[in-house]
């Protein structure tokens, strides 16, 4: 059954040997190792290496919620990481002088009593290689300040610092030699929406921070050092919710520049990576920009035609070849409302090395989303939600933040990884049940005319039947008595057997069925 079987895709084999970057093939997720509840663990994904995912419970010092950045070397093998409150070693030590990242100010002071386990924010902090130093690496992040204004007070981002480390230091395993320098307090920042690329060069990086008013700040980090570049105007003024409701990111080619979120909708921008020039703005309202706490994310397809927009109950795909982003437009799907065990609604979406699109939710979950073939136009892109089990529960909304590598690669990404979990790998699929609800007889399309499982699982992953379809032969239509079963939602599944003993898509076909009485 379902419950019994590891269904993930995040971990890899790599099958042939790419000359590209592997510095984001290292992903890290989790609860801090002090929580010792069964199940609640840290854990990563090697993509490198095709090893099952490991944990790293009682090792890791971090809870990974929100702020999420790891580097690795070009052959990917993990330097360091950090939740924006401490930056830890490849051995999952706090590196030497690595806490207190975003000290100071009055936020942690009146929230967390001066004390940093998770630094809040989705999109704001990112680790880039020093292009005058190949041990070196700037740590960008932004700082959350409070003031009194009012009966509740204010909070906001009104910094963007720099801690700097060497990796050269300690054997190797690195020390922050400076930390929360600051490269930019003139104007109050959007939280979330840090991203960079490299600049045309192949060497130096593009910074790119909105502020809270209608302008990007661009910074160039160089031989020199990191600055200030230039100040572009956004062509709208952003909205005063804008801050932390959305993202933003580069097209894997660099050539584009999306921002998104549900007030300001899509701007769409040319990108020139020799002189950080914004350009061509493009518009599309998706969203009505009325709504209270709703939280988007944009990802691109790497072939970067296609971008996609998670916006909490919905995903969208643009087609960015077309002149008027309108016609370019498809709902992909809504959310099919399953909690597992809490909502799985759309939040945050990262690309990954094996050319797919993994979304996590807004809060702790058993399943990621995934969109299988991203390049693919509209539903073709084989968008499947729960479509990965994980091997512990998610932490909250967390995917890492990184930036564009591989820009001038001709392969963005490596679709002959394949993903394995242990022997098993399994892609869910709709199963076609009715009637939805159901007080007596349910009656399931079994898809193909295949033999298989047929389970019935309530809320809690319980097994309550698997009485029917088991070791048969499951042609056309099967009848599941449901009359015996409480009121309440069922998880219906299908697990086709495989008589060949090999096939290069093991599937699960599931669908939530309502009891009444």
Known sequence: ??????????????LSELSAQKEDYFWLFGYESNLFIEGHENYFFDFSKGSSPDSIRGLSPLWIRGNNASICDADGNLLFYTNGCHIVDRNHDIMSNGSGINEGGNF????????????????????LQDPA???????????????????????????????YVDMTINNGLGDVTEKNIIISNSVRLLGDYLTAIKHENGRDWWVIQPNEEDHFLTYLIDMQGIRLDQVQASGIIFHPNASASGTSKFSPDGSQFLYFNDDDNVLLYDFDRSNGQLSNLRQLDILPGDAVGLFTSVEFSPNSRYAYLAAQTELYQIDTWESNLEDGLVLIDTWNGIRDPFNTTFNLMASAPDCKIYMCSGSSTNTYHVINKPNKKGTACDFVQQGIRLPFVSATATMPNFPRFRVDEDDKCDPTITSVFGDDIYYRRDLSVYPNPVRDVLTVEIPEGRKGQLVVLDMQGQLVSDDKCRDLDCLGLIQVDMSGLAVGTYAVEFIPDNPDGYQEEKLVYTSLVVKVE
Do not use: A, W
């Open 1 to 14: 059954m379902i419950k019994s079987l590891i269904l993930s895709v995040l971990c890899m084999v790599l």
């Open 133 to 163: 130093y190949e041990s070196g690496y700037y740590l960008v992040h932004k700082r959350i300040e409070f003031e009194f204004n009012g009966p509740e007070g204010e909070i906001f981002n009104d910094k963007l610092l720099n801690s």
């Open 108 to 127: 942690l002071e009146f929230f967390r009593q001066d004390t940093c386990s998770n630094y809040p924010g989705r999109q704001d902090v990112i680790i």
